[in-house]
Each structure stands twice: as structure tokens, then as C-alpha cells.
């Protein structure tokens, strides 16, 4: 199985995309013309890779149920700058039976584990 997309739904893709950003995920600004054909015509911006979409239509929140999870490089260097921007750690830094990880509380709620990638 390879997977194709991941969408995460915000009311915010700046500030969201500034924070995945700070992970080390790296975007690039698109135009979705196939959303805009259905919207209002003038084309949903979204960013490619991790895609990260403005709410859907008629959804009035993003969805803080979903928990992702990702093996950082640089963890501690990244770490350092999650702290410094006052994001919400459920769980430190820490040794685990599933590795080397944090727990952080991204922009719109949703709980992201942060594992030290090995590589």
C-alpha cells in the first residue's frame, strides 16, 4: 500500500502549514480548479504533499479527532522550537516501548505524537 493523500481540514491553512512547516514538512501552493468548478468558481488554494485544505463546506470546526503521528529528524532541534512558540505538550519528550517521543497538540486541537527518527 503507498499512500496518495492526507488531507487535514482547517480554518487556518497559514497557520497550520507554519507548524507542520516547523516539523520539517515542506509545501508547495496549488490551485484545486475541480473544488472551485463546485465552490464558488475561483479555486480552493491547498498545499501539496501533506495537504492541508480549508474546511469543507458546511463543516463549522476541523476535525480533533484525528491523531497523527510522524518520526522526526532533528527531533531535538525541533522540539526546542515547538517550545519556544508555546505549543501544548500532552506528554515530554520521553523514552516509550514505541520508541522516542512527544505528544503536541497541533493548531486547530488535534494531538500529533512526534517520534525520533532513527535515520
Known amino acids: 500500500m503507498i499512500l496518495d493523500s492526507l488531507v487535514i481540514r482547517t480554518g487556518d491553512v497559514k497557520k497550520l ?31 501539496a504533499s501533506l495537504k492541508i485544505c480549508p474546511l ?27 517550545k519556544g512558540k508555546s505549543v501544548v505538550f500532552l506528554a515530554e519528550p520521553a523514552q516509550t516501548d514505541y520508541g522516542y517521543k512527544a505528544v503536541v497538540v497541533d493548531p486547530d486541537g488535534r494531538e500529533v505524537e512526534l517520534y525520533r527518527a532513527w535515520m
Open 56 to 82: 469543507a463546506g458546511g463543516q463549522a470546526e476541523a476535525d480533533k479527532h484525528l491523531r497523527l503521528g510522524f518520526y522526526i529528524f532533528d527531533f531535538e532541534e525541533k522540539i526546542s522550537v515547538l
Open 17 to 47: 502549514a507554519e507548524f507542520y512547516g516547523d516539523l520539517g514538512a515542506n509545501f508547495s501552493y496549488q490551485e484545486h480548479t475541480a473544488i472551485a468548478e463546485i465552490t464558488e468558481g475561483s479555486g480552493s488554494e491547498y498545499l
